[in-house]
């Protein structure tokens, strides 16, 4: 297992911004895949932001507003969020594996990891 762990979430007005962290507990984050999945109440986990082989990939409904990237610095994860909109409300998973793809389909599937992948999430809610 990687254990990884999210910080940064909160509660931010529509508009704002937010900046994810996701921190590896021990190893290197350097030759990995790693992804940013939400889950709203009730919903599905679905996959937002996944970036392998030093490609980005993004849902739709984030594109020109979210960005993931690497800190190499602190081998974290980062996914800076603005103009948020109460739609991103939700708890935010990064999640991270040593399988590499070009293919939004693998990275952004909660299928594409295992258990040991996750961390435990955190919440970002976005409300006036």
């Known amino acids: 297992q990687f254990p990884l762990v999210e910080s940064g979430g909160g509660l931010v007005q529509p508009g704002g911004s937010l900046r994810l962290s996701c921190a590896a507990a021990?190893?290197?984050?350097?030759?990995?895949?790693v992804s940013w999945f939400r889950q709203a109440p009730g919903k599905e986990r679905e996959g937002v932001s996944c970036?392998?082989?030093?490609?980005?990939h993004y849902i739709d409904s984030v594109k020109g507003r979210f960005t993931i990237s690497r800190d190499n610095v602190k081998n974290t994860i980062l996914l800076q969020m603005n103009s948020l909109k109460p739609e991103d409300t939700g708890v935010y998973y990064c999640?991270?594996?040593?399988?590499?793809?070009?293919?939004?389909?693998?990275?952004?599937?909660?299928?594409?990891?295992?258990?040991?992948?996750w961390g435990q999430g955190t919440q970002v809610t976005v409300s006036s």
């Open positions: 999640a991270a594996g040593q399988v590499e793809t070009p293919y939004a389909f693998r990275c952004l599937s909660t299928s594409f990891y295992t258990y040991g992948d």
């Open positions: 021990v190893g290197t984050l350097d030759h990995f895949t």
């Open positions: 970036l392998s082989m030093n490609i980005t």
